[in-house]
Structures are given as structure tokens and as C-alpha cells.
């Protein structure tokens, strides 16, 4: 037995929100929630390293990772624009800078890691400020290497003509994960770079 | 294969005697059936319940008499730390998001969760979760050729879980379960959210939907900002036992207080997180058996929700003790307190629903009521303990152990069995015997008081937990006494429990769609549901479609 | 919003709603079930009673957290009953109500099977019961937070006795910086006199995990913390013996970490305190004893103030005979269990730090002999 019952004619536009939205909104909820944690440790443990190094000694601001990061939001957003548009094309370029641009933005990070471990003797054990930065920063590059294999995948299935306009939706979700990483970035930078040195 | 449109047209009985048994198998292991799932998680629970159980009784048997013998210290910490885990984590959670996962597509009119898949992956991880935890107890002899299952207590303090003073792999098998676990239900919850979000059949508002529903996604939302935490701590404590980290290593300046905020910043959250299902069971069982609506739905949905915020700000009057400080101390205080009053308002709705009704005590009305009565004496020991100074005295006392179990036990394990007793019927098309859910109601009334509120007074006499055994002449030996005699009681009860599922399975009265004239979506289909739920997606214009179809004349939608 | 019905229960079947089943015969069975558990429950106790020898032959008292004997202490007490009766209070009314309606509103056998009013709700029964609830939460804070800042905020003054309290994996030091004294687990401070007297404050640090000092009888619990160092005062007006126990788990043997404290009048304090102070006893008698346990691996961990052991990771064993248990308050402190002790700590305390000293029982009996000079 099933009730169909005579709904109210407002009712008769039943619209209800995107599961994947819904799914994708979650997901970055949760993931806000755990890198929020780490972003308190970080905080919490200023000045409190008992000896060297300290982050004034050894940290740069890193513009060039920052600029990369950020020109990825850009040029995913466009990839996005391009597949609704059905420029199978252009969305196959835009990604593929996209995923330079972060995969740029990962080699500065080794970088940045290379320069403080060899010339700083900075790693996690060392003190504090070691443990907290590179479990931090780790962390973030951690979902940003997350973010590039879906980013990878989208890449080629546009390559390959298998992604279309009416896979807008999810390439868009997709880059919304992306700018969830580039929005904590921009809260590390914050946090490490400018408050912390 | 034509197996499927075979399956749909036959009645599920039948199907299921003439499938081979390794195909069965088969089909309950690739299922991403959500009312499968259901029952797959809440049997996990429940195996993970009674082992918990066996825990729980060793402990009480080692705490008879005073000075005892039975267990070692060694294994008395485990037991006890093991016993914790197990409950909160894979018999609690299991079991609340395993009836979520059943009754939530049902009640909203949907074919499945929103996401079947991350469903399945969601309940395999929580398994393995809990298995890696069990497979401690071989294995955790590791690398240094120490240690079993874990032994620091379920909530593992720092700096007692770091290298230096927990030696051995039992920590990190402690750690890895519960971050595998964690992930899994993290996914459910965002596919709980996702799906009452955006699968409501037609016509359901939010405001319309059931309590249950409206519950769960609180529980779910409160999952999603409270488990990372959690798992971000251990993974803190994974890089300080692995990678020479020192985010709670007080050795190099780090904080032991660190792992307490971040612990219970999810730790309790997490009490709401299980107590809030519990509720939701509850507020659709108690109407049903009272004959009456909910009384004041809008003040039940608003005080779900305050609980939901208010409980991310109460948790460090787990810290009273650590020494925060005036300020910080009497403000969690005020949250606490706080709290208080829309848990307390819920108490009253349900009274307000029972007054005036016209009660049929079945066995999941029998077990509601019990729950009412238990949930306030938790709630009003919840609050002495809100009352700092007195918290002073009480905290890490048996007072506290005897109150947390008023919560788990008294409210939450009684709702879950009344949620059995009332559901069960629905998913297996028979009913469990009411003879054998007396006898299981009472013996389980009465050993869990006859222990628990024995307790409260071992705890006022200054008998601290966790430890495996104490002094004669503290004047605890009779109490600790009288406690463990509630132990074969309770055991007595879940056995009972036990054989009535075993028998009702095969020979219990058959259900029919609606066998408590009950009027929510999910009696509108048949008992068991078939895989596709409902034959057309339903239409709904109240929060009790199935009352306005039973009473034409003064559908509820004339008064909502 | 309420409305009477006089429908019928539409479609469904009613199995189970509506049986009441009470066989009287069945009741006897519960009771005969409750006799046969208790009387094995009974066996087990007596069986486990036979195994089980307390090895604490001194009488302790309990310690209840409602037999105060210093003012925060007192302080708890009146605040908790001020807060248990209002608990009391509301317990009866909603208990109360509670009852009368499940026994009220049952649904009697041979009544029909009508609705009953649906009633929606009531505005103005949920503010009431809203309004209600938030009063006794504001009362109750502020009496909390009254309490909180008067035992929390108080200073010591400068002819205060302050002791500091370092907890260890499983016992506790405890030093005495302004009179030169050093002991373990067992505290002693004078009674309170409160025309002249200070209270007496304690600092708790802890050398290695989280540990909780809580005696109840003298103030609520304070958890000692690596890297942190916290405060509690007492200010015990009655001479007399108070037991307590660490209250936050801190590994295998947390249950073996007693805590005892002696409240002693003026001059019997003065008494203690000049006999603590006192270097190790050195009688010549048991000089061999005192040469082996210098030899041996004693001094690693143990103080003796006077000889040259001066290792801190164990207790100070100066005036080791002065104790009246052994082990943190697990065994008494006897020359038998002291002699078990050192041969093997770990049957009297399983999991303990300290070693078996693997010594021969000659060498065993030297070393006691000697201990047992150490008053």
C-alpha cells in the first residue's frame, strides 16, 4: 500500500538539491574539520620550540607556490566553463595547465622541504615547530596531491572525447575540491608564512 | 540474466530458499542494498556488543572482592580499555548508523541512500576497523616483542600512548581501527546527509519529515565536523610514535593537555552522536504505543538542533581536573548547563506525548519507558558533574562510570533494543516474541540498576576507575559486590534476547506491512521491504502519511 | 489544536499491541531464577574471599567524599547538597509525572480502541517548560562559579607550608623545599589552626605521564601534568589518618599508587619534621648491609641523605622504617614484605619498575637488616 495523496499545488515543483553538491559539500566540510586541527596545533605550538630552528630563521614566504596555486583555481574554473560549453578542446588544455600548475606548486614544496632538511637540519623531530609545520604543510599537499589525481583523471577522460557538457556538474564539483585546497592554502600561508614568522 | 526481474517478482521468502547458500553469500557480501547494509552493521554491532559484554563482566568479576587475583593488572587494562573501545566505536556507532542507514530511505520515501556504493565501502572499513582491533590480541606482540591489545584506556591519554611509555604495536592497533573505522563513518554520514538533503519524496518538506529523520541528520552534520577531529589527533599520535614527532611528547615541550582538547572536542560530540539516534528511536516509538502524536515537533527539531551546536562547546568539562584555570573552567560550566535544558525539554515533549495517550506496553513501549526514567537520572548526574567543584570530587570516580553507563546503557542500549523490538518486524516480516521480550526487559531492568546505581555510591565513597583492584576496608567491597550481582542478569537478559531472534527468525507470527498501526512511510510497504522499497515513490502532505490515509476525515495536515 | 476522533485503529494488524501477559505461575519463576543467581553469586564470593588476603593489616578509613575535614573539602560538600536536592527536586516532580502518566494512561483490556485526542503541542506549556529549566541552570551556575573562584582563587601566603608533590609511575614524591625533607607516598601535615595557621599548598608536577591527586576527604581532585604544574591547598581541621588513591590512569599499576596523609597536631608535626630531617641512622651493627647496598645497583635509583646514594628515579629511603606501608600503600611495611620486596617486587605489585634484585638470601637478609635501621 502506497499514499498518493492530491499534493498542494505549490508542492508541485518538487526541486531538490544535486546528491553530488550535497556529497561534495560534505566532504569538504569533514576535510575543514580535520585540517582545522592541524591548523590549531600549528598555532598553539608557536614560540613554544624548546631550541632551533625557529620559523623566522628559516622559512620564506613562498610567492611563486602561492601564485601557481592560486592561477590553478583560475584556469580549473575556466576548464569547467569550457567542457559546459562543449570546447572539449580548450577544457583538455585548461586542465592540463591546471595540473601543472599544481604539480609546480608540489616541486616548490620538495623544494622548500630539500632546503630546510639539508641546509637547516629542520625535519619533524626536530623540535615543536618542525613537528607542527611539516604535518601541516604535509597534510596540504597531501589533499593537493588527492586534488591532481581527480584532476588527472577528468584531464584524460576529456582527452579521450568520453567527458561532456552533461558531466558539467561533476567536473565542477571536482574543481570546487580544488579550490577547498587552495582556500587552505591560503590559511597556511596565513598561518606558517605570516603570523608564525 | 533474467535473475533480477525473477528476484522481483517472487515473494522474498521464496527467493531466498531456493538461492544455493553461497550464493546468498554472495549477494549479502556485494550488497549495496542500504536496508542490507542495515542489517550487516547492526549485526556487527551487536557481535561487537556481546563481546564488549564478556569484557565488561571479567572486569566486574575481578572487582568482586577487594585485593582479587582472577585477572593481572595487565589484563584488567585491557579489558577495560578494550571493552571501551569496542562499545563506543563498533558496537555503538555500528549499530545507530546501521538503523539510520535502514530507516532513513524508507521513511523519506527513497529507493536507497544516495550514494549505494560508499554505503558498502563505508560498512567494510568499519568491519575491518573493528577486526584490526581484535586482531591486537594476537598480534601485538610486534617488533619489540611487547605489548597485546591495547591498554591505555579508550580515551588514551597522552603522554601515556607515546613510545616512551607505550611500548610494543598495542597503541598503534588501538590508533589504525579507529581511524579506519572513523573514515567509514564519515562517509556514511555525508551519504546520510546527501540523502535526506536531496531524496525526499515529493511533498516532504523538511518540516514534515519524521523526528527520526530530522535526528539522524543532525547526527550526521555532528559526525562531519566531530570525527575528523579525532582522526586528525591520531594521526598527530601516528607521527609522534612512527616519525619521532612531538605533538604530545611533554619530553620536547609539547602538551599532554593538547590530546585531551582535541580528544574530546570529538569525545563529546560523540556521546551526543550516540545518544541523539537513541532519542530519534524514542520519538517515533513512544507516539505509536501512546496513540498520539509527538507533542510539539517544531521544539523537538529546534532543541535536536541546539543540542547539535551546543555540544561542540561543552567539552572540556572532560578537563576539570587538568587544571585549566578559573575562566576556561567556568565557562564549560555554563555550556554544560546549557546543554542541560533542551536535552531536559525533550524529556518533557515525550511526557507530554505519553499524557493523555492510551499506552499499549509491547515490548518496545516497555523499554522507552525504562529509557525515560534512566535518561533523567543520567541527565540530572550529568549536570552534579556540571557543577565544577562537586565535578572535583566526582570525575574519574566510579560516580562518573555509573553515569556515562545511565547514558550508554540505560538510555541509548534500551532505546536500541525497543528499536530492535519495533523494527524487526518491518525487516524480517515476523515478530519477536513478547514472552521472551518481557523476560529479556526485566532481568535487563534490573541487573543494569542493581549495578549501575550501586556504582554512584562507590564512586561518593572515593573509589576512583580503572584500577584492577583495591584495598579491603575503603567500605567499597560490598558495594562492588552487590554491582557484580547485576552481571548475570544482564547476561541473562541479552541471552534471552538472543534466542528470541534465533527463533523468531524461523517462527515468529508473521508481521504483515503494519503491525502497530504505526504511520510513518516505512509501514506502507511490505514486510520485508522489496530491494526498490516502495512499488511507486510515495507523495506525502504531513509528517504522518499513513494517519491521514487511516483517518481521511481529520488528516494531520488540518492542525500541522 | 486538539481535536477528539472517534475512528477506529485503520488497517494493520495488531499482533502484538494490546497483549498483557501476566501468568502468575510465571512470576515465581523470576524469584526462584534471582535465588539460584544469588546464592552462586554468593559461592564465587566466598570462593574468591578464601583467595584473597589483604595484606593491608592497618584499618583505613573510607574516604567519602561527604566526610570532609578541610575547607575545600567542606566547601564541595555544601555546594554538592545544595545541587543534589535541587537534582532531588526535579527528579520527583518529572519521576514523578512520569509515573502517573504511564499507570494513568494505559490502555486497559476491554476499553475500545479509539484515538485519543491528538495533541499537537502547546505553546504555552513549552515556554513554560523551557523557562523553567533555564532558571535552575542560571542558579546553579552562579553558585558553581562562586565556589569555582573561592577554592581556586586562593594565594598563598608567605609563612604558608608548601610541599610539592612529584608524581611518578606508580608513587609519589613528596619534598618538603622549605624544610629540607624528602619522602614517598606517605604525606604529613599539621592541623590547621585557624587563629594562626596558613593552609598548606601543594604544587603537583609529575616526572612522567598523567597522574591525579585525590584524597576526598581533604579537597576535590587535581590531576598532576607533565610539563605543567598545578595547585591544590588543604587545611584538615581534625588530626587523623585520610586515604586517597591517583584518580587519572597512568599504566599497569595505577590502582598501586595509595596515597595516605597523616594530619598531625602542632608539636607532633614538629616532632615528624625534625626526625625527617635527620640524616640516615648509621649503626654500626648492620654497617655490612649498609656496604652491599652501596655496592649494588641500590643507589642507582635511591636516595640515602648521608651515605653517597643519591639516585632519584626511586623513593627517598631515608627514613624508609618511618612509612607504614611499602610500595605506595600496596603491602604494609613489614621486615617480611620489606624482604619480599626487594627480592621480588613484582609479586607483590606486578608490573612495578623496580627490579628483582637477584640477590642470595644471605645478602638479602644484610641489606634489610640494615633497611630496618633507616626510622
Redesign the interface.
Known amino acids: 500500500?502506497?499514499?498518493?495523496?492530491?499534493?498542494?499545488p505549490e508542492?508541485a515543483a518538487?526541486d531538490?538539491?544535486?546528491?553530488r553538491r550535497?556529497?561534495m559539500v560534505?566532504?569538504i566540510?569533514?576535510?575543514a574539520?580535520?585540517?582545522?586541527?592541524?591548523v590549531v596545533?600549528y598555532l598553539?605550538?608557536l614560540g613554544?620550540?624548546?631550541q632551533g630552528p625557529y620559523p623566522k630563521d628559516v622559512l620564506e614566504i613562498p610567492v611563486l607556490n602561492t601564485l601557481c596555486l592560486l592561477a590553478s583555481s583560475v584556469t580549473v574554473a575556466r576548464a569547467v566553463r569550457a567542457l559546459r560549453q562543449e570546447d572539449q578542446r580548450w577544457a583538455g588544455v585548461w586542465f592540463a595547465v591546471t595540473i601543472l600548475l599544481g604539480v609546480a606548486f608540489l616541486v616548490g614544496t620538495a623544494q622548500e622541504w630539500y632546503r630546510l632538511i639539508v641546509a637547516h637540519g629542520l625535519?619533524?623531530?626536530t623540535?615543536?615547530f618542525g613537528?607542527?609545520f611539516?604535518?601541516l604543510v604535509g597534510?596540504h599537499a597531501f589533499h593537493v596531491t588527492m586534488g591532481l589525481v581527480m584532476l588527472t583523471l577528468l584531464a584524460v577522460f576529456t582527452w579521450l572525447g568520453e567527458l561532456r557538457s552533461t558531466h558539467a556538474e561533476q567536473a565542477e564539483l571536482v574543481s570546487w575540491y580544488w579550490h577547498f585546497v587552495d582556500a587552505v592554502w591560503i590559511v597556511v600561508l596565513t598561518v606558517v608564512y605570516i603570523i608564525g614568522r | 540474466m533474467d535473475a533480477i526481474s525473477d528476484t522481483l517478482d517472487r515473494p522474498p521468502d521464496e527467493v531466498q530458499e531456493q538461492l544455493p547458500r553461497l550464493a546468498l553469500l554472495h549477494e549479502w557480501v556485494v550488497t549495496v542494498d542500504h536496508k542490507r547494509l542495515g542489517i550487516l552493521y547492526i549485526c556487527t554491532g551487536l557481535i561487537f556488543l556481546l563481546i564488549a559484554g564478556v569484557e565488561a563482566s571479567l572486569i566486574r568479576?575481578q572487582l568482586?572482592?577487594?585485593?582479587?587475583?582472577?585477572l593481572?593488572?595487565?589484563v584488567f587494562?585491557r579489558l577495560f580499555t578494550m571493552h571501551g573501545t569496542t562499545m563506543v566505536f563498533f558496537a555503538g556507532i555500528p549499530i545507530l548508523f546501521g538503523f539510520a542507514n535502514y530507516l532513513v530511505p524508507l521513511m523519506i520515501g527513497a529507493r536507497d541512500l544516495?550514494?549505494p556504493r560508499l554505503n558498502a565501502f563505508g560498512f567494510w572499513l568499519t568491519l575491518f576497523g573493528g577486526l584490526l582491533l581484535y586482531f591486537s590480541y594476537l598480534a601485538g606482540d610486534g617488533l619489540y616483542g611487547a605489548g597485546s591489545a591495547p591498554?591505555?584506556?579508550w580515551f588514551a591519554?597522552a603522554?601515556?600512548t607515546g613510545r616512551?611509555?607505550s611500548r610494543g604495536n598495542s597503541t598503534d592497533y588501538w590508533n589504525l581501527a579507529i581511524l579506519v573505522s572513523g573514515i567509514g563513518t564519515?562517509a556514511t554520514?555525508?551519504?546520510l546527509?546527501?540523502?535526506m538533503?536531496?531524496?525526499?519524496c515529493?511533498?516532504m518538506?523538511l518540516g514534515r519529515m519524521p523526528l527520526l529523520v530530522w535526528m539522524m541528520l543532525v547526527v550526521a552534520g555532528l559526525t562531519?565536523?566531530?570525527?575528523?577531529?579525532l582522526?586528525?589527533?591520531q594521526?598527530?599520535l601516528l607521527?609522534d610514535r612512527f616519525?619521532?614527532?612531538?605533538?604530545f611528547d611533554?619530553?620536547?615541550?609539547?602538551?599532554?593537555?593538547?590530546w585531551q582538547h582535541?580528544f574530546w572536542?570529538f569525545g563529546h560530540p560523540e556521546v551526543y552522536i550516540l545518544a541523539i539516534p537513541a532519542f530519534a528511536f524514542a520519538s517515533e516509538i513512544i507516539p505509536v504505543?501512546?496513540?498520539?502524536?509527538i507533542?510539539?515537533?517544531?521544539?523537538m527539531v529546534a532543541a535536536t538542533v541546539g543540542i547539535g551546536f551546543v555540544s561542540m562547546g561543552v567539552w572540556a568539562h572532560h578537563m576539570f581536573?587538568?587544571?585549566m584555570?578559573?575562566i576556561p573552567?567556568?565557562f564549560f560550566?555554563?555550556s554544560t548547563?546549557?546543554i542541560?535544558?533542551p536535552t531536559?525539554?525533550k524529556?518533557?515533549?515525550w511526557?507530554?506525548t505519553?499524557?493523555?495517550?492510551?499506552?499499549?506496553?509491547?515490548?518496545p513501549m516497555l523499554f522507552c519507558?525504562a529509557f525515560?526514567?534512566q535518561f533523567?537520572?543520567a541527565g540530572?548526574?550529568g549536570?552534579?558533574l556540571?557543577?565544577?567543584?562537586?565535578?572535583?570530587?566526582?570525575?574519574?570516580?566510579y560516580f562518573v562510570v555509573a553515569h556515562f553507563h545511565f547514558v550508554l546503557v540505560g538510555a541509548i542500549l534500551f532505546n536500541i533494543f525497543a528499536a530492535i523490538y519495533y523494527w524487526f518486524p518491518k525487516a524480517t516480516g515476523r515478530?519477536l516474541s513478547?514472552?521472551l521480550g518481557?523476560?529479556h526487559f526485566?532481568?535487563l531492568v534490573v541487573g543494569f540498576n542493581l549495578t549501575f546505581v550501586t556504582l554512584h555510591i562507590a564512586g561518593?565513597?572515593?573509589m576512583?576507575?580503572?584500577?584492577?583492584?583495591?584495598?579491603?576496608?575503603?567500605?567499597w567491597d560490598l558495594l562492588n559486590?552487590v554491582a557484580?550481582?547485576g552481571v548475570?542478569?544482564q547476561a541473562?537478559a541479552v541471552l534471552v534476547f538472543v534466542i528470541n531472534i534465533i527463533i523468531s527468525l524461523r517462527r515468529g507470527?508473521p508481521?504483515?506491512?503494519?503491525?502497530?498501526?504505526?504511520w510513518t512511510?516505512e509501514?506502507?510497504?511490505t514486510s520485508p521491504p522489496p530491494p526498490y522499497n516502495?512499488?511507486?515513490l510515495?507523495?506525502?502532505?504531513s509528517r504522518r502519511?499513513?494517519w491521514?490515509?487511516?483517518?481521511p476525515?481529520?488528516p494531520?495536515w488540518l492542525?500541522? | 489544536?486538539e481535536?477528539d476522533?472517534t475512528?477506529g485503529?485503520?488497517?494493520?494488524?495488531?499482533?502484538?499491541?494490546?497483549?498483557?501477559?501476566r501468568s502468575r505461575p510465571g512470576v515465581l519463576v523470576?524469584i526462584l531464577?534471582w535465588a539460584v543467581?544469588?546464592s552462586?553469586?554468593g559461592l564465587?564470593?566466598i570462593a574468591?574471599?578464601a583467595?584473597?588476603?589483604?595484606?593491608?593489616a592497618v584499618?583505613?578509613?573510607?574516604?567519602?567524599?561527604?566526610a570532609p575535614t578541610s575547607t575545600?573539602?567542606f566547601?564541595?560538600r555544601d555546594?554538592?547538597w545544595f545541587?543534589?536536592s535541587i537534582?532531588a527536586g526535579?527528579?520527583a516532580v518529572?519521576?514523578g509525572?512520569?509515573a502517573y502518566?504511564?499507570v494513568r494512561?494505559?490502555?486497559r483490556p476491554g476499553?475500545d480502541n479509539?484515538?485519543?485526542?491528538?495533541?499537537?503541542?502547546?505553546n504555552q506549556?513549552?515556554l513554560a517548560?523551557?523557562v523553567v529549566?533555564?532558571l535552575i541552570?542560571v542558579i546553579?551556575?552562579l553558585?558553581?562559579?562562586r565556589?569555582?573562584?573561592g577554592?581556586?582563587?586562593l594565594q598563598p601566603t608567605p609563612n604558608a607550608l608548601q610541599i610539592t608533590i612529584v608524581g611518578h609511575?606508580w608513587w609519589w614524591e613528596i619534598r618538603y623545599p622549605d624544610l629540607g625533607i624528602v619522602t614517598a607516598n606517605e604525606l604529613h601535615v599539621p592541623v590547621h589552626d585557624s587563629s594562626e595557621g596558613a593552609p598548606t599548598f601543594l604544587t603537583l608536577q609529575s616526572a612522567?605521564?598523567?597522574h591525579?591527586f585525590?584524597v576526598?576527604q581533604l579537597?576535590?581532585?587535581?590531576?598532576v601534568?607533565?610539563?605543567?604544574t598545578?595547585?591544590v591547598w588543604i587545611d584538615p581541621r581534625t588530626p587523623g589518618l585520610y586515604?586517597?588513591?591517583?584518580?587519572?590512569?597512568?599504566?599497569?599499576?595505577?590502582?598501586?599508587m595509595?596515597l595516605r596523609v597523616t594530619v598531625h597536631p602542632k608539636d607532633e608535626f614538629a616532632a615528624w619534621v625534625a626526625a625527617q630531617r635527620a640524616l640516615a641512622a648509621d649503626d654500626l651493627a648492620v654497617r655490612g648491609g649498609r656496604e652491599l647496598f652501596q655496592a649494588t645497583a641500590c643507589i642507582n635509583c635511591h636516595t640515602v641523605r648521608g651515605t653517597p646514594a643519591n639516585g632519584i628515579f626511586g623513593p627517598d629511603l631515608t627514613h624508609l622504617m618511618s612509612r607504614v606501608t611499602l610500595g605506595a600503600?600496596v603491602v604494609s611495611n613489614t621486615p617480611e614484605t620489606l624482604r619480599d620486596w626487594i627480592n621480588n617486587p613484582d609479586i607483590l605489585k606486578?608490573?612495578v619498575l623496580m627490579p628483582a634484585m637477584q640477590l642470595s638470601p644471605a645478602a638479602l637478609d644484610r641489606i634489610v637488616a640494615y633497611l630496618l635501621t633507616l626510622r
Open positions: 500500500m502506497t499514499s498518493v495523496l492530491p499534493v498542494e508542492a518538487w531538490l538539491p544535486s546528491r550535497a556529497g560534505g566532504l566540510i569533514a576535510e574539520a580535520l585540517l582545522g586541527v592541524f596545533a598553539f605550538y613554544k620550540s624548546l625535519t619533524i623531530s623540535n615543536l613537528t607542527t611539516y604535518a597534510f | 568479576f568482586i572482592v577487594p585485593e582479587n587475583t582472577l593481572s593488572p595487565q587494562n544516495a550514494f591498554d591505555v584506556g591519554y603522554p601515556l616512551a611509555f564519515i554520514s555525508i551519504n546527509v546527501a540523502t538533503l536531496c531524496m525526499r515529493r511533498g518538506t562531519l565536523v566531530a570525527l575528523p577531529p582522526s586528525a589527533a594521526i598527530m607521527l616519525l619521532g614527532a612531538h605533538f611533554t619530553q620536547a615541550g609539547g602538551s599532554a593537555v593538547l582535541f572536542f504505543f501512546s496513540r498520539k502524536v507533542f510539539g515537533y517544531p521544539m581536573a587538568v587544571g584555570g578559573r573552567d567556568a560550566a555554563a548547563m546549557l542541560a535544558v531536559g525539554v524529556i518533557f515533549n511526557l507530554g505519553i499524557y493523555g495517550g492510551r499506552i499499549r506496553f509491547a515490548t519507558t525515560l526514567f533523567l537520572c540530572l548526574t549536570i552534579m556540571g557543577v565544577v567543584p562537586f565535578d572535583w570530587q566526582l570525575t574519574d570516580s515478530m513478547e514472552r518481557r523476560w526485566w532481568l561518593i565513597l572515593g576512583p576507575r580503572r584500577i584492577y583492584t583495591y584495598p579491603a576496608d575503603r567500605s559486590f557484580t550481582l548475570p542478569l541473562a507470527q508481521a504483515g506491512d503494519d503491525p502497530w498501526d504505526a512511510l509501514w506502507t510497504t516502495f512499488d511507486t510515495p507523495a506525502v502532505r502519511p499513513l491521514d490515509l487511516k483517518h476525515n481529520d494531520d492542525h500541522e | 489544536m481535536r476522533t475512528r485503529l485503520g488497517g494493520g494488524q495488531s499482533a502484538s499491541a494490546g497483549e498483557d501477559h523470576p531464577l543467581l544469588i552462586v553469586m564465587v564470593y574468591a574471599g583467595e584473597s588476603s589483604p595484606r593491608n584499618p583505613v578509613q573510607t574516604p567519602n567524599i561527604f575545600p573539602a566547601a564541595i555546594l554538592s545541587v543534589l537534582c526535579i527528579f518529572v519521576a509525572l512520569l502518566s504511564v494512561f494505559r490502555h476499553e479509539r484515538e485519543p485526542p491528538q495533541v499537537y503541542g502547546s506549556i513549552e517548560w523551557t529549566p533555564v541552570v546553579l551556575f553558585a558553581t562559579a565556589y569555582i573562584f577554592i581556586e582563587g609511575q612522567d605521564v598523567i591525579s585525590w576526598p579537597a576535590g581532585k587535581m590531576d601534568v607533565p610539563n605543567k598545578n595547585r586515604v586517597g588513591q591517583c584518580a587519572e590512569f597512568c599504566g599497569v599499576q595505577h590502582a598501586g595509595l600503600g606486578p608490573g
